[in-house]
């Protein structure tokens, strides 16, 4: 059975929750046998509609198709609010990102089993974004270090010395398959202990991915750490 987070019927389910208050999240793969199964919408504004639902009118022509890999971040009914992962070309280099979100039919979908314990150590990338993870001088705890831009896949604004940038660093053990910290005068502290205008990120693992988020306080304007990475050499 396919479970995820707090998502229901009354929210749009266009993306990823806030991972601050995120439930559960799990990834899925289309099972074989399924030629395509079609996303379906939500009812974000219309509590008396009764998408999702398996009608012409919730009925969306997005699909996806077997062996397709999706984060499931909540479910209602017979429908998953999932996330479609998928390579992004960018430049030379490949990454992965999610390129459609919505609700699918829970039945055409199996679950995938987490990775006990979760791998966190290595290199992470993302487009504009790097986080490379170790083992802390602590026992139990994680050394974080990251690097994000905006801007440096734009020639003209490299040319014009107009790309800002940010950085996080921290030690912090994760729990449960996530973490966070935020940025504080002497080191990491606690999210709850720090200012608003303080760098707060919050990580997750989620199948072979890193998911991040931030309050976008992490850097100059527009710069962020959110998203979804994957570890180099993997």
């Known amino acids: 059975m396919l479970t995820g987070g707090g998502a229901s019927a009354t929210e ?10 995120a439930g559960a999240l799990t990834t899925a793969l289309v099972r074989q046998g399924v030629a395509k199964t079609h ?48 390579p992004r070309k960018r430049g030379k280099e490949t990454f992965q990102e ?16 987490p990775a006990k314990p979760p791998v966190w150590t290595g290199d992470w990338r993302r487009v504009e974004a790097n986080i490379a993870i170790k083992a802390g001088a602590r026992p139990g705890m994680l050394a974080i270090r990251g690097d994000a831009t905006f801007g ?3 020639p003209d604004r490299v040319k014009r010395g107009a ?18 910290f935020a940025m504080g005068d002497e080191g990491a502290v606690p999210v709850t202990k720090a200012a608003e205008t303080d760098c707060k990120v919050w990580m997750r693992r989620v199948g072979s991915w890193l998911l991040v988020d931030d309050n976008r306080q992490c850097g100059g304007a527009n710069v962020s750490f959110s998203g979804l990475y994957s570890l180099q050499g993997k």
Request: hydrophobic share 45%; charged share 20%.
């Open 12 to 21: 749009a389910c266009l993306d990823l929750p806030d991972l601050a208050t």
């Open 39 to 86: 996303f379906y919408k939500g009812a974000p504004t219309d509590k008396a509609s009764a998408c999702p639902g398996f009608s012409d009118k919730c009925w969306e022509k997005a699909f996806v198709v077997a062996g397709d890999r999706v984060i499931v971040s909540g479910s209602v009914g017979d429908f998953v609010c999932a996330h479609f992962v998928a």
């Open 98 to 113: 999610i390129v459609r979100s919505g609700w699918l039919t829970s039945a055409d979908l199996a679950p995938e089993p």
């Open 152 to 154: 440096s896949m734009d």
């Open 163 to 180: 790309v800002n940038v940010g950085e996080i660093s921290g030690e912090v053990a994760p729990v449960d398959g996530g973490l966070s």
